[in-house]
Protein backbone atom coordinates (compact mmCIF):
# COMPACT_ATOMS: atom_id res chain seq x y z
CA UNK A 1 0.00 0.00 0.00
CA UNK A 2 1.49 3.24 -1.36
CA UNK A 3 0.83 6.35 0.07
CA UNK A 4 1.98 10.32 -1.66
CA UNK A 5 1.09 12.83 0.99
CA UNK A 6 0.33 15.71 -0.86
CA UNK A 7 3.51 15.56 -3.44
CA UNK A 8 2.30 18.30 -6.25
CA UNK A 9 1.07 20.81 -2.90
CA UNK A 10 4.80 20.11 -0.79
CA UNK A 11 6.64 20.63 -4.47
CA UNK A 12 5.05 24.03 -4.69
CA UNK A 13 5.64 25.32 -1.67
CA UNK A 14 9.23 24.29 -1.97
CA UNK A 15 9.94 26.19 -4.97
CA UNK A 16 7.97 29.41 -3.55
CA UNK A 17 10.37 29.25 -0.77
CA UNK A 18 13.59 28.36 -2.76
CA UNK A 19 12.51 31.30 -5.33
CA UNK A 20 12.26 34.11 -2.21
CA UNK A 21 15.14 33.07 -0.40
CA UNK A 22 16.72 33.54 -4.08
CA UNK A 23 15.23 36.90 -4.40
CA UNK A 24 16.39 38.08 -1.24
CA UNK A 25 19.76 36.84 -1.78
CA UNK A 26 20.07 39.06 -4.95
CA UNK A 27 18.64 41.98 -3.62
CA UNK A 28 20.84 42.03 -0.39
CA UNK A 29 24.21 41.08 -1.88
CA UNK A 30 23.50 41.36 -5.63
CA UNK A 31 24.76 38.27 -6.49
CA UNK A 32 24.42 36.16 -9.49
CA UNK A 33 24.46 32.65 -8.09
CA UNK A 34 20.44 31.29 -8.83
CA UNK A 35 19.16 28.62 -6.62
CA UNK A 36 17.45 25.85 -8.55
CA UNK A 37 14.45 24.43 -6.58
CA UNK A 38 14.88 20.51 -5.89
CA UNK A 39 11.67 17.98 -6.32
CA UNK A 40 11.05 16.65 -3.30
CA UNK A 41 10.55 12.42 -3.38
CA UNK A 42 8.04 10.82 -2.25
CA UNK A 43 8.06 7.62 0.81
CA UNK A 44 6.68 4.57 0.44
CA UNK A 45 5.46 2.91 2.92
CA UNK A 46 4.93 -1.23 2.62
CA UNK A 47 2.39 -2.52 5.16
CA UNK A 48 4.24 -6.10 5.74
CA UNK A 49 1.37 -8.43 6.17
CA UNK A 50 3.09 -11.26 6.33
CA UNK A 51 4.49 -10.36 9.90
CA UNK A 52 0.84 -10.61 11.61
CA UNK A 53 0.74 -14.21 10.77
CA UNK A 54 3.69 -15.27 12.57
CA UNK A 55 2.27 -14.43 16.33
CA UNK A 56 2.12 -17.93 16.65
CA UNK A 57 5.70 -17.96 16.07
CA UNK A 58 6.34 -15.95 19.32
CA UNK A 59 4.03 -17.55 21.55
CA UNK A 60 5.77 -21.13 20.15
CA UNK A 61 9.03 -19.74 21.58
CA UNK A 62 8.17 -18.20 24.55
CA UNK A 63 6.44 -21.33 25.83
CA UNK A 64 9.39 -23.20 24.73
CA UNK A 65 11.61 -20.75 26.35
CA UNK A 66 9.70 -21.22 29.64
CA UNK A 67 9.97 -25.13 29.71
CA UNK A 68 13.48 -25.47 28.21
CA UNK A 69 14.32 -23.17 31.35
CA UNK A 70 12.40 -25.21 33.62
CA UNK A 71 14.11 -28.34 32.01
CA UNK A 72 17.63 -26.89 32.57
CA UNK A 73 16.57 -26.77 36.58
CA UNK A 74 15.54 -30.42 36.56
CA UNK A 75 18.88 -31.28 35.06
CA UNK A 76 20.86 -29.67 37.24
CA UNK A 77 19.21 -30.95 40.21
CA UNK A 78 19.62 -34.13 39.01
CA UNK A 79 22.96 -34.28 38.03
CA UNK A 80 24.21 -32.38 41.16
CA UNK A 81 22.37 -34.87 43.58
CA UNK A 82 23.57 -37.39 41.64
CA UNK A 83 27.46 -36.31 41.69
CA UNK A 84 26.74 -35.46 45.61
CA UNK A 85 25.70 -39.24 46.34
CA UNK A 86 27.86 -41.07 43.94
CA UNK A 87 31.28 -38.86 45.29
CA UNK A 88 30.03 -38.19 48.69
CA UNK A 89 32.64 -40.44 49.98
CA UNK A 90 35.24 -39.16 47.53
CA UNK A 91 36.95 -36.13 49.66
CA UNK A 92 37.88 -33.52 47.32
CA UNK A 93 36.87 -35.11 44.18
CA UNK A 94 34.00 -32.88 43.33
CA UNK A 95 33.30 -30.15 45.78
CA UNK A 96 31.37 -27.55 44.08
CA UNK A 97 28.52 -29.74 42.15
CA UNK A 98 26.14 -28.17 41.17
CA UNK A 99 29.04 -25.82 39.30
CA UNK A 100 30.07 -28.83 37.62
CA UNK A 101 26.44 -30.14 36.56
CA UNK A 102 25.65 -26.66 34.88
CA UNK A 103 29.09 -27.38 33.17
CA UNK A 104 28.19 -30.29 32.10
CA UNK A 105 24.53 -29.65 30.81
CA UNK A 106 25.99 -26.59 28.96
CA UNK A 107 29.15 -28.83 27.38
CA UNK A 108 26.80 -31.91 26.44
CA UNK A 109 23.05 -32.31 27.52
CA UNK A 110 21.41 -29.00 25.93
CA UNK A 111 20.41 -30.75 23.30
CA UNK A 112 18.34 -33.46 25.24
CA UNK A 113 16.84 -30.06 27.70
CA UNK A 114 15.69 -29.17 24.01
CA UNK A 115 14.10 -32.09 22.41
CA UNK A 116 12.72 -32.53 26.28
CA UNK A 117 10.99 -29.11 26.47
CA UNK A 118 10.11 -29.00 22.56
CA UNK A 119 7.59 -32.15 23.54
CA UNK A 120 5.82 -30.24 26.15
CA UNK A 121 5.60 -27.00 24.18
CA UNK A 122 3.97 -29.00 21.30
CA UNK A 123 2.00 -30.91 23.82
CA UNK A 124 0.86 -27.33 25.83
CA UNK A 125 0.25 -25.47 23.00
CA UNK A 126 -2.83 -27.17 21.43
CA UNK A 127 -4.39 -27.46 24.96
CA UNK A 128 -3.95 -23.88 25.73
CA UNK A 129 -5.86 -23.04 22.25
CA UNK A 130 -8.45 -25.37 23.52
CA UNK A 131 -9.21 -23.77 26.79
CA UNK A 132 -9.19 -20.73 25.33
CA UNK A 133 -11.61 -22.00 22.74
CA UNK A 134 -13.80 -23.09 25.59
CA UNK A 135 -14.11 -19.57 26.84
CA UNK A 136 -15.41 -18.43 24.13
CA UNK A 137 -18.18 -21.02 23.77
CA UNK A 138 -20.27 -19.08 25.47
CA UNK A 139 -23.33 -19.76 23.94
CA UNK A 140 -25.93 -22.13 25.43
CA UNK A 141 -26.75 -24.22 22.40
CA UNK A 142 -23.04 -25.22 22.59
CA UNK A 143 -22.68 -26.61 25.74
CA UNK A 144 -22.08 -30.11 23.52
CA UNK A 145 -19.06 -28.32 22.13
CA UNK A 146 -18.03 -26.90 25.54
CA UNK A 147 -18.57 -30.59 26.75
CA UNK A 148 -16.05 -32.18 23.89
CA UNK A 149 -13.32 -29.41 24.58
CA UNK A 150 -13.18 -29.33 28.09
CA UNK A 151 -12.65 -33.76 27.31
CA UNK A 152 -9.92 -32.93 24.68
CA UNK A 153 -8.18 -30.68 27.61
CA UNK A 154 -8.58 -32.80 29.90
CA UNK A 155 -6.91 -35.69 27.78
CA UNK A 156 -4.48 -33.66 27.11
CA UNK A 157 -3.77 -32.58 30.59
CA UNK A 158 -2.99 -36.01 31.54
CA UNK A 159 -0.70 -36.49 28.32
CA UNK A 160 1.12 -33.61 29.35
CA UNK A 161 1.58 -34.86 32.80
CA UNK A 162 3.19 -38.29 31.69
CA UNK A 163 5.65 -36.80 29.39
CA UNK A 164 6.67 -34.43 32.46
CA UNK A 165 7.36 -37.97 34.13
CA UNK A 166 9.17 -39.35 31.67
CA UNK A 167 10.90 -36.16 30.91
CA UNK A 168 12.18 -35.62 34.44
CA UNK A 169 13.32 -39.22 34.76
CA UNK A 170 15.05 -39.10 31.68
CA UNK A 171 16.72 -36.17 32.86
CA UNK A 172 17.98 -38.38 36.04
CA UNK A 173 19.08 -41.00 33.91
CA UNK A 174 21.33 -38.64 31.66
CA UNK A 175 22.42 -36.87 34.68
CA UNK A 176 23.97 -40.13 36.10
CA UNK A 177 24.62 -41.95 32.89
CA UNK A 178 25.35 -39.34 30.26
CA UNK A 179 22.87 -41.62 27.47
CA UNK A 180 20.83 -39.25 24.93
CA UNK A 181 16.94 -38.22 25.67
CA UNK A 182 15.84 -41.32 23.71
CA UNK A 183 17.77 -43.75 24.90
CA UNK A 184 17.36 -42.02 28.79
CA UNK A 185 13.27 -42.64 28.04
CA UNK A 186 13.35 -45.68 26.80
CA UNK A 187 15.47 -47.36 30.13
CA UNK A 188 13.20 -45.38 32.23
CA UNK A 189 10.08 -46.92 29.79
CA UNK A 190 11.28 -50.24 30.71
CA UNK A 191 10.15 -51.96 33.89
CA UNK A 192 13.42 -52.46 35.83
CA UNK A 193 13.43 -53.24 39.60
CA UNK A 194 15.74 -50.92 40.33
CA UNK A 195 17.62 -48.58 38.25
CA UNK A 196 21.07 -50.00 38.99
CA UNK A 197 23.55 -46.91 38.66
CA UNK A 198 27.54 -47.38 38.52
CA UNK A 199 30.43 -45.35 38.47
CA UNK A 200 33.72 -46.03 37.80
Not at 4 to 16: C, F, K, N, Y
Not at 113 to 119: E, F, I, N, Y
Not at 180 to 195: M, Q
Request: net charge positive; with cysteine.
Amino acid sequence: MTEHLGITSLESAHQELLLNYSAEEDGSSNSSAIMKPTPLQALEYMDPTWVRSLWWVWVLGLVWVAEFILACQQMIIASAVSTWYFSRQLIGKRRHPVWWSWRTLVMYHLGTVAKGSLLITLCKLPRLFIQWATKKCKDPESSCARCGLRACSCCLWCFESFLKYMNHNAYTVTATRGTPFCTSAKIVREPHPGLGFCID
